[in-house]
């Protein structure tokens, strides 16, 4: 493994205002060439639902950034980003980071602990639980149960201090409003198109492309280790999914050093990748094994 100096790591690690706008413009033009496309009457509506599901799932790969501190210099705006981009697909901020962190700091151990749990889709579970977790049925289940939790004012997790949970508490009482709101609309124009617009896109997208992301992360890797080269994999994906999936396919890289932007995290696989142990040159590859 080549040695990294620390000045490159310096150099490319942390917040950059510029760079993090640039994807949130993208992120955002998604977002509206989706609307407009689902409003159309014609087929080009079936485009707009693949376009936002897509969307809603490059959001949460680009909160994954916010929460580790590699988007905007500002800490207000990144909570108020971070928030907006997870909301699709109801993931609060607060919590998702709360718990990543965790992850990061117990990952390989018994303490490890993750907002999305994909540690049921291996060969022993049925194909049920399979598909539940494909699309994501569990995380709707835990966000029903963390807004019951929010209603009632008490901590959403013992794991998390006060200020923590006060802040995970809001969200979900935000997330709460634009739910109303989206229903109210709705039946003030008597049309399920503005609840539809955001339903249909979360359930049949972008629920089962985020699992696609994310579960190759620790997948069939050692879990009883602690050696990031063991417990976790990487990627060599395309251009197109490196951006798509802002650099989540080098996650060895990011869990050694996690404070580097993703889209530097190229720079560190070259030094490093010979000593990764779980590698696949593509998805495609990865996912072909894995059946």
């Not at 990031?228 to 050093?257: C, K, P, Q």
Request: charged content about 15%; hydrophobic content about 45%.
């Amino acid at each position: 493994m080549t040695k990294i100096e620390t000045s490159q790591l310096i150099k490319i690690s942390g917040a950059c205002n510029k760079a993090f706008s640039i994807k949130i413009s993208i992120y955002l033009s998604m977002m509206s060439l989706g609307g407009v496309l689902f409003f159309q009457d014609s087929y080009l509506s079936y485009i707009g639902i693949l376009v936002l599901g897509f969307s809603f799932a490059h959001g949460v790969e680009l909160q994954h950034q916010v929460l580790h501190g590699g988007a905007f210099t500002n800490a207000k705006l990144n909570r108020i980003t971070g928030f907006l981009l997870g909301a699709p697909m109801l993931v609060a901020y607060s919590n998702y980071q709360a718990s990543h962190l965790v992850h990061h700091a117990k990952v390989g151990t018994e303490g490890d602990t993750e907002f999305f749990e994909f540690n049921t889709l291996d060969e022993n579970t049925t194909w049920i639980t399979k598909l539940s977790c494909f699309f994501l049925i569990s995380h709707y289940f835990e966000f029903t149960k963390r807004l019951i939790k929010a209603l009632s004012g008490k901590s959403i997790s013992p794991k998390f201090n006060k200020l923590t949970n006060n802040k995970i508490r809001d969200e979900y009482l935000m997330m709460l409003t634009l739910i109303v709101v989206s229903v109210s609309v709705s039946i003030y124009f008597d049309s399920l198109s503005h609840l539809l617009v955001w339903l249909l896109p979360l359930c049949l997208i972008a629920a089962p492309i985020h699992t696609l992301i994310e579960f190759p992360e620790h997948f069939g890797c050692n879990n009883e280790s602690e050696d990031i080269f063991e417990n976790t994999r990487s990627i060599r994906a395309s251009s197109f999914m490196v951006w798509y999936t802002n650099g989540n396919n080098y996650h060895v890289e990011h869990h050694m050093y996690p404070l580097v932007r993703p889209e530097k995290l190229s720079i560190l696989h070259r030094r490093i990748n010979s000593n990764i142990v779980n590698i696949n040159v593509s998805y495609s590859e990865f996912f072909l094994e894995s059946i």
